[in-house]
DNA sequence: TATGAATGAGTCTTCATTCAT
DNA sequence: AATGAATGAAGACTCATTCAT
């Protein structure tokens, strides 16, 4: 990227730091077209022109943040799957519903932390291609371990990428319920606790005997 | 709504459905933000001016278009619901199936006839309370009418809600894959079929015999 | 040029004409930098916006004012060529010393009208290729308009684009002189007859007997 | 000059001449307001802030350059005039035309030298008064020489300032094509011996016998 | 002295909305 | 009712200049 710096010396690392966060938390807090270069600049406590010294221009700030994020969510998860994986002794049901449940604790606190994050980025992944792509590549690479580290524990499944793309988008889907509270009327430990019934069950017939 | 007007001569109406039209369209197609009301006049092939006639502002051809859409697509499930309840006779676990193969394959097709219309919308439903309001209504609408189906035949849900909530994102999750061939690696026949079992799993062990 | 309108309607028209002019205007007398467009749009009594819908950017209005400046000083002068050119009788060196008068005269009047036009011009066309270019290709057409004029008066000169080049070089150092006054030890009557003087001796040497 | 420092100790003088060495060569090149400061400290190998220590302004930067060069330009040429002076023995017309050959040579030389800078001086030359000033100065005190010189070796000439004037414009624009080749159909070699002719004419007929 | 990160006023440009016709 | 030219507030971004270190 011409023009722009990454600054090694700690002060500059904080303040880019401090332009990503505050700059990201504006963006999905009240979306990426509704926060200004000032404000953001305001927020960070940084004057205007020194944003354009750290980042291209305003994309620059959100897909920088987005990068963060994306890692800040991804690596925790595939941290378990590899703690998990070290033990030699192979994982039985009622630890996957174990794990499972851990992972969807991360999940949710990921989503929660991050307040409106998500939704703000699914909205740029549609608006803007590199976004997606992101999303798409995070996403693959996960699955991909997760198959991996299924597999390693004799747990072979029919379509495979097919079935974790599935439950994917059910731990997706409840997180957003969870962390939104969207539908009033949704009991968040029923459905957490029929989520993992039902990924148990798409395992389940699965499994190698 | 102040200065608006909802014209009743068919050549207004007309104009009206065409700014809607149009605009909901370029809206869905390159994204809120990045489409001018001067754009969607061209399209819509009138003039700016009088696009401030019909609505408010921009986010009021949104607003509208929304709420056409939200029908086309809830409407037609509600129509299978409602001609299957018609029939005195009660559904069995094969008719079920059919039933949710009918209406998968209308919200697939609801879906690829409007394009990018869902990420839109999605990203708006965000950014935009009254936006996501509406989906959330229309959503809990349909549930409750999915229930009382269910219960008229016999199938009695645990925690009924949340069941089809969840059931509602599988088959949101599938649209979208569907529609937009995101991942290259999934297959969609088997994507399909992996979660009408699902569905079918989740629906049948609540079964009352 | 996209996103650009040249109107029709009168009022339109002379619209676009006073933005081209006082925008021209300005930029020649205190430098096309340090003219904003606000400043345009001021002097020109309208918007800011209004601009964007005539001009693809502040270049345009430069780019345009050019062009017509290019022709109010171009084509006086080929009319002049034209004009003494229907006559068939043969023109003497009496008649050209008459008609190099009158060309400048003409040329003198072109700087006079407008200002600093020049020397902005010739600042912005060493800064910007594509105006550079238009200056060389209106001093080729003329030059050969004045070589085609020549040979058909029998004025056959040996080297005539390079001669021309010199003339040409003569009388624009003669009238920016005359302008601005440059020098103030330098009394104007003398420098045009010793311009002209000098043109007619050029002229003279080549001349067929 | 307030703040401006003109320092003696070696190395912070070949600092400043650096800057001005280097700043003057970009704003030649690619225009003065083109080229930014951070550029100009870059490229002269010092920080930005040293910059306001040696000059007030940006603008500081180019007045120094345009002196200097201004006087890479005048004294050689005053050179040849003082050094053709000492001899005592009076020149004829055929020395005339060496002297002036070599004039021409080193002004062409000069144009050559220094790249872009002509075009870019007179640029700023009309844009600032300042600059136009020492150009005018810069003239009439070689014009004087030179025509102390012809004087001096009985070449009278009948309206001096302004012949030599014109002289100045002719060499000028000589310089200006061979260095740039504006026009593609001029030939040089042609171009340089017309224009000595001319001006061996010019002072030709106004000899004194 | 020297650095270069930081400042923020100022620039061009866009676009939802208005209004004269 | 309809037009589309006009408005001008607001936004992203630049860069000469300053100042803490």
């Known amino acids: 990227m011409p ?15 401090r332009i990503i ?6 963006m999905c807090e009240r979306g990426y077209y509704k926060t200004t270069t000032p404000e953001i600049a305001k927020a960070a406590d940084v004057s205007t022109g020194i944003i354009y010294q750290y980042f291209n221009d305003k994309r620059g700030i959100f897909m920088e943040g987005l990068k963060q994020f994306s890692n800040s969510v991804l690596f925790p998860m595939m941290d378990i799957l590899d ?20 992972l969807m604790t991360l ?6 932390m991050t307040q409106k994050a998500h939704e703000e980025l699914e909205m740029m992944a549609h ?9 798409k590549t995070s996403e693959f690479t996960l699955t991909k371990k ?3 580290f299924l597999e390693k524990n004799d747990i ?7 079935k974790i793309h599935i439950i ?32 148990k069950n798409i395992l389940k017939e699965s499994l190698v005997k």
């Not at 608006?127 to 999303?135: N, P």
């Not at 072979?156 to 097919?162: R, S």
């Open 83 to 102: 703690a998990t994986a070290e033990n030699n002794t192979k994982i039985d049901l009622g630890d996957l519903e174990k794990i499972l449940d851990r």
């Open 3 to 17: 023009g722009t710096r990454i600054p090694k010396s700690g002060k500059a690392v904080a303040k880019r730091d």
């Open 107 to 112: 999940i949710v606190q990921s989503h929660r």
């Open 127 to 135: 608006a803007d291609e590199e976004i997606g792509e992101i999303f």
């Open 146 to 148: 997760i198959v991996a």
């Open 21 to 26: 966060e505050k700059g990201f938390e504006l």
């Open 168 to 199: 994917y988008g059910l731990v997706e889907n409840y997180c957003h319920e969870t962390v939104y509270h969207h539908h009033a009327e949704l009991n968040n430990e029923v459905m957490r606790s029929e989520v993992i019934k039902i990924i």
């Open 156 to 162: 072979i499944l029919e379509n495979p990428i097919e």
